[in-house]
């Protein structure tokens, strides 16, 4: 699929793996169900052009979460909004496990799931096709070694450029100061987004709905201050 970014006049090279570890302890009998029975009828497919708005029998929008960890943002953006399609991506079993869970608990048909790099979807997806993305605390890999790995660089943004429709959202959310200068100077040398923050307390304030993730939850006991950026597609 990297091919068609080249045939669109901006050449792709994919960095090397960009996420943590892949699996935790093992899963329960249940949960090897749920992943033998229900993640293939929910799977985003990724091997030909995808129009992401036809794995959705009726919605107006369609937004994307990477890397949603346990689930608990894309489920509860899912269950107050049964009119957006919701499609998500992360690499890690047992949150997609855990997320499993809940999609089926309480019967969410308008979540769709891919257990794998969120770039393959980014690849496949037709251009200017979604509403809204949310990037919420990414890893930060703080080394400097490691700063190549982190998602937010000039591929991605590229990548998020095509697939968001002008005008639309990027939302990424951070607890660690670096990682937010990191994305501020990635986002201005794009130069496909444009901040929508009018001030710093902007900044310090969750969008309208945000039903918060346990890792935010962790970090504000932990005496760390989430930042909450905004990015409007040009």
């Known amino acids: 699929m990297a091919d068609r970014h080249k045939d669109e006049g901006r050449p792709f090279t994919r960095r090397p793996l960009i996420y943590g570890r892949a699996k935790g302890k093992a899963l ?3 949960q090897q169900k749920l992943f033998a029975d229900l993640l293939p009828r929910i799977a985003v497919p990724t091997d030909k052009p995808l129009d992401p708005y036809t794995l959705f029998s009726d919605v107006k929008e369609v937004h994307l ?3 949603f960890g346990g689930g608990e943002h894309l489920i509860a953006r ?3 909004n049964p009119d957006i399609g919701f499609i998500g991506c992360e690499p890690f079993l047992n949150g997609v496990a855990k997320t499993l869970a809940a999609i089926e608990e309480q019967s969410l048909s308008n979540v769709r ?3 794998r790099d969120a770039r ?3 690849d496949a997806l037709e251009p200017e096709t979604l509403d809204r993305v949310y990037l919420l605390y ?3 890999w703080p080394k400097s070694r490691q700063n190549k790995r982190r998602f ?3 591929d991605t943004l590229t990548s998020l450029a095509r697939v968001i429709k002008p005008g639309q959202i990027l939302q990424v959310a951070s607890d660690i100061p670096d990682y937010i200068q990191w994305t501020l100077r990635e986002i201005a040398e794009n130069g496909q987004f444009t901040q929508t923050a009018q001030s710093r307390a902007d900044h310090d304030t969750p969008p309208p709905g945000w039903p918060g993730t346990r890792y935010e939850a962790k970090a504000i006991r932990e005496g760390r201050t989430p930042c909450y950026l ?3 597609r040009q």
């Open 120 to 122: 393959d979807v980014l």
């Open 28 to 30: 329960s009998p249940r």
């Open 138 to 140: 990414p890893d930060p």
């Open 230 to 232: 905004e990015f409007e």
């Open 65 to 67: 979460e990477i890397g």
């Open 113 to 115: 799931l891919h257990h």
């Open 152 to 154: 937010v660089g000039g």
């Open 78 to 80: 899912a269950a107050q």
